[in-house]
């Protein structure tokens, strides 16, 4: 089973905890405990159950149903793969499964879905079970305070799980401490969204937890405040998020107290500078701790290179349209919103990494090369990307390779470790931002533009892109080229350049003055697409695109109208489908579905398991 890090409550909890989970068998349906009260009924008990359930966050356990790769919440598949930042990558049969979801042709029975279910409603299980004990304990061991703090942190873990569910099928069953074999109230079903019971358990969370924590991976206040304000945000109560979230720019701070503030854009993507200040909630991963590599962000074992940093796998590669998102007006450094996708900017698709090739001299956001490996940009400290001979099937996975998960070759060895002894160091300590400091001040500009200001939205937009304008922030060409660890040269490795809509006081980057491209000029829509466009990519390959366009399309309440999503990703589709040399062999046949693709099946396993008590979705069988 997977081995529990000590770092996130106490050591002597692990006994207890092995106890408790190494022997459980996790049933196929909506998980709620039996696990031996009696002996857990102190403290230690109470911390062994509260480790177990922290330790699902990144969505994975030794022995789990299904691959890790299925069921982290990273959700690369989900979040990603299934909107338009990427392909599946790899070769086209190679997780068939992965490619039918890339497709929207992913029916109730396909096999990565009913892992992801088990699996996060196993962390709502372990959240219950923390809630159920602490009234058992009757031997002085848990005071009065300690009781409520973990009362709300596993209130803030379940809200986490069950927002995890919400987010792939909207319709979840919600599970709490009193559901139970011995109630007799396990057969529940799904007929409503649960934002507000999600919204209940991280209203609670946060009204008990401390602003800081002596562990850094363990929830804070503020964290709990964070994910109120994404629930908020995707039930579209505009005026509760934006409350939530003026606390969170005014006085968040992390759980090692640090106030939220923007870093080097890189620095969230390095293990090494993880748990920063941009950090709102950062999901932890460990290696060399005697787990086999578990411990490490084993929801991403897949998405390396096929060559270079790992060996293995050549999935997750970022989509031809996502690259050009990247590219900007030369007078303005603005996003081309409109036209971005009117043509690729240059890459080697079909040209052998023997071959000469130049990259594109165009004018590039920056971030640009921190979100994507392309050919002839130096790749972190491993060396300038060589082209296909990185790639598993450039053939049928394009051009570029993930970057955001990969570890430094510098710092190889003390990052990163074979994961369960057959990925060499594929598992990473390179842990999930499930929320940045970036996020809060993108979901501010979208409240203000709903309900407020379109001047506040306009800032919060130019704050982010002033970190983006930052040249000591941006990609720099290697001092020798054949000594990436000898270090980087001034040089830009691109034509970078980025603007800011309007006019804003507060620069400190020397981005490009666009006093005439201003939302309050420009106008609401135009304030909304460039909100929306920004997201995209600043928080490019993290899992969220997705997830963006369901909570903006009409079908569940959204501001952009009924069939926003389906225009977004077949106008997607349309252009990849219709690269030069690119036979996209998964995408040629895939069209997502109005009223359809907007959530993913329920899988048949727990229909059938709840003898229909659980629904399908709109459009699937």
Not at 265 to 287: C, H, L, M, P, R
Request: net charge negative; hydrophobic share 35%; charged share 20%.
């Amino acid at each position: 089973m997977k081995k529990f890090n000590s770092k996130l409550i106490v050591p002597g909890a692990m006994a207890v905890l092995a106890l408790s989970y190494s022997c459980k068998d996790y049933l196929n349906r909506t998980p709620t405990g039996s696990l031996n009260t009696i002996i857990l009924a102190n403290k230690a008990g109470v911390d062994g159950l509260l480790i177990g359930a922290y330790s699902l966050l990144d969505g994975t356990y030794g022995g789990q149903p299904g691959n890790t790769w299925m069921t982290g919440t990273d959700n690369w598949i989900y979040g990603s793969v299934a909107a338009d930042d990427a392909h599946k990558g790899s070769t086209p049969d190679d997780q068939a499964d992965a490619g039918k979801i890339e497709a929207y042709i992913a029916t109730s029975g396909n096999g990565y879905l009913d892992p992801k279910w088990r699996v996060m409603f196993n962390g709502v299980q372990r959240a219950n079970d923390v809630l159920r004990e602490l009234p058992l304990v009757k031997d002085g061991s848990v005071s009065a305070a300690y009781a409520k703090e973990v009362t709300a942190e596993a209130k803030f873990l379940r809200a986490f799980y069950e927002f995890d569910l919400a987010k792939l099928w909207q319709y979840v069953p919600y599970a709490d401490e009193t559901i139970t074999y011995d109630n007799g109230n396990y057969n529940i079903g799904n007929p409503t969204q649960v934002w507000d019971k999600i919204e209940a358990d991280l209203t609670a969370a946060m009204a008990d937890l401390p602003a800081t924590q002596a562990e850094k991976g363990r929830v804070n206040k503020y964290a709990a405040e964070a994910f109120l304000a994404k629930a908020y945000m995707f039930d579209h109560k505009y005026d509760k998020a934006l409350a939530a979230l003026n606390d969170l720019i005014a006085n968040g701070v992390t759980s090692s107290g640090a106030k939220y503030a923007l870093v080097h854009y890189a620095d969230n993507f390095n293990a090494q500078t993880k748990n920063n200040s941009e950090g709102v909630f950062v999901i932890q991963a460990s290696v060399h701790d005697g787990s086999n590599g578990d411990n490490g962000s084993s929801g991403g074992t897949l998405n390396f290179p096929s060559a270079g940093p790992a060996t293995c796998c050549g999935f997750f590669q970022p989509s031809f349209s996502f690259a050009n998102a990247f590219k900007v007006d030369a007078t303005t450094g603005l996003p081309l919103l409109d036209t971005y996708n009117d043509s690729d900017i240059k890459n080697d698709q079909n040209i052998a990494a023997d071959k000469p090739f130049t990259p594109y001299t165009g004018t590039l956001d920056p971030r640009l090369d921190w979100s994507v490996g392309r050919r002839g940009i130096p790749y972190l400290d491993w060396g300038v990307m060589p082209g296909a001979s990185w790639a598993r099937d450039q053939t049928d996975g394009g051009p570029y390779v993930p970057i955001k998960n990969t570890y430094y070759q510098a710092a190889q060895a003390s990052t990163s470790e074979t994961y369960e002894g057959w990925a060499p160091n594929q598992s990473v300590a390179n842990g999930y931002n499930a929320i940045r400091f970036a996020d809060v001040l993108l979901w501010a500009a979208e409240c203000e533009i709903e309900i407020g200001s379109l001047d506040k939205a306009q800032n919060y937009v130019n704050m982010v892109r002033d970190r983006a304008a930052d040249p000591t922030g941006w990609v720099h060409t290697y001092k020798d080229d054949s000594k990436p660890l000898g270090g980087f040269t001034d040089v830009p490795a691109a034509n970078y350049k980025v603007g800011y809509y309007g006019t804003y006081a507060a620069a400190a980057h020397g981005g490009k003055q666009n006093p005439t491209m201003s939302f309050a000029l420009q106008g609401k829509d135009f304030a909304r697409k460039a909100v929306q466009f920004e997201r995209r990519i600043e928080l490019g390959m993290e899992g969220h695109r997705f997830f963006d366009l369901q909570r903006w399309d009409g079908r569940f309440g959204g501001p952009m109208g009924a069939g926003f999503m389906a225009n977004v990703l077949n106008s997607y589709l349309n252009h990849e489908i219709h690269v030069p040399n690119f036979p996209s062999a998964l995408l040629n046949s895939a069209h997502f579905v109005q009223g359809k693709s907007e959530v993913f099946p329920v899988p048949i396993s727990q229909i059938n398991l709840t003898n229909g008590a659980i629904k399908q979705n709109a459009g699937y069988n």
